[in-house]
């Protein structure tokens, strides 16, 4: 696992948008895997930049999302389809047809898994995975206590993450209680993850996840397990850990 701690979100966004990237210039049917919420927002900014300038084509990039609240429509103002189009797929010529999102209004919730899961394998599984992480542990929406072996499915949001997702939305009843997310099984098939994390508030999250035991009630710490893992994260997520995250932009592998 390498840990690359930078000065401020922004540089940590810049600094993954050029590895993302370069990813895409080496592969340019690269499949990508991303994730929504506050963190990749810098990310998704600096892409855009970099597409406008000429310097990143997208026409052949397949992309599929972690995630998306069950019940909401797409064009919900706090779906994740809604987010993405917002974010990163109006700005830049990815094909429609290769953008893949959970269905969030899906009647047959298994049947919608089962397809996801059937679009992923049929695309080679993810190249690379961007992944934000919760203040409870969580990555995509599995939540403490989830089971490594799971593939997508729907889970119950756990009430932390009800509380911090409640900024998006009017209150926190309006915040949906369930969610369909790609399982940790799927999210470890990628072949490379990113994890972004910047601010305090996920210092602990970040600690647990690096050098705390590997358990589900952590679920990043799974990630200790995958061998192509590159944590960027700000000095201040990086607070916790032992190795510090004061001074300069410094990478370090644990
Ligand atoms: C979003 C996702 C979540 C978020 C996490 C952090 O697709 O899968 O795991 O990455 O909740 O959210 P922010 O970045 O808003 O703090």
Same mark, same amino acid.
């Given at each position: 696992?390498? /840990?690359?701690?930078?000065?401020?979100?922004?540089?940590?966004?810049?600094?993954?948008? +050029?590895?993302?990237?370069?990813?895409?210039?080496? $592969?340019?049917?690269? /499949?990508?895997?991303?994730?929504?919420? =506050?963190?990749?927002?810098?990310?998704? %900014?600096?892409?855009?930049?970099?597409? +406008?300038?000429?310097?990143?084509?997208?026409? %052949?990039?397949?992309?599929?999302? #972690?995630?998306?609240?069950?019940?909401?429509?797409?064009?919900?103002?706090?779906?994740?389809?809604?987010?993405?189009?917002?974010?990163?797929?109006?700005?830049?010529?990815?094909?429609?047809?290769?953008?893949?999102? @959970?269905?969030?209004?899906?009647?047959?919730?298994?049947?919608?898994?089962?397809?996801?899961?059937?679009?992923?394998?049929?695309?080679?599984? /993810?190249? #690379?995975?961007?992944?934000?992480?919760?203040?409870?542990?969580?990555?995509?929406?599995?939540?403490?206590?989830?089971?490594?072996?799971?593939?997508?499915?729907?889970?119950?949001?756990?009430?932390?993450?009800?509380?911090?997702?409640?900024?998006?939305? $009017?209150?926190?009843?309006?915040? @949906?209680?369930?969610?369909?997310?790609?399982?940790?099984?799927?999210?470890? %098939?990628?072949?490379?993850?990113?994890? #972004?994390?910047?601010?305090?508030?996920?210092?602990?999250?970040? %600690?647990?996840?690096?050098?705390?035991?590997?358990?589900?009630?952590?679920?990043?710490?799974?990630?200790?397990?995958?061998?192509?893992? +590159?944590?960027?994260?700000?000095?201040?997520?990086?607070?916790? #850990? =032992?190795?510090?995250?004061?001074?300069?932009?410094?990478?370090?592998?644990?």
């Amino acid at each position: 696992m390498l /840990v690359e701690v930078f000065n401020d979100y922004e540089e940590m966004s810049r600094r993954a948008a +050029r590895h993302v990237a370069a990813a895409i210039r080496q $592969k340019p049917d690269l /499949v990508l895997g991303l994730a929504t919420g =506050s963190t990749p927002v810098g990310l998704y %900014r600096e892409l855009v930049r970099l597409f +406008r300038k000429g310097e990143l084509d997208f026409s %052949r990039v397949t992309t599929f999302n #972690l995630d998306e609240y069950y019940g909401l429509s797409a064009s919900h103002e706090q779906s994740y389809h809604y987010f993405m189009q917002e974010h990163l797929f109006r700005h830049v010529n990815v094909a429609l047809e290769r953008i893949h999102i @959970p269905d969030g209004q899906a009647t047959d919730i298994q049947a919608e898994c089962a397809r996801y899961e059937q679009l992923l394998a049929e695309a080679g599984w /993810v190249d #690379l995975q961007i992944l934000g992480i919760g203040g409870n542990g969580h990555i995509g929406f599995n939540e403490p206590g989830t089971d490594f072996g799971a593939s997508t499915h729907l889970i119950e949001l756990a009430p932390a993450t009800i509380q911090a997702n409640a900024r998006f939305f $009017k209150s926190p009843e309006d915040v @949906p209680r369930r969610a369909i997310s790609m399982g940790i099984k799927t999210i470890m %098939r990628s072949r490379e993850i990113i994890l #972004l994390a910047s601010g305090r508030d996920k210092a602990e999250a970040i %600690r647990a996840a690096i050098e705390g035991p590997v358990t589900n009630q952590v679920p990043a710490s799974v990630l200790q397990l995958h061998p192509n893992v +590159r944590v960027m994260i700000d000095q201040a997520a990086a607070a916790l #850990l =032992s190795h510090g995250g004061q001074g300069q932009t410094h990478a370090m592998t644990v």
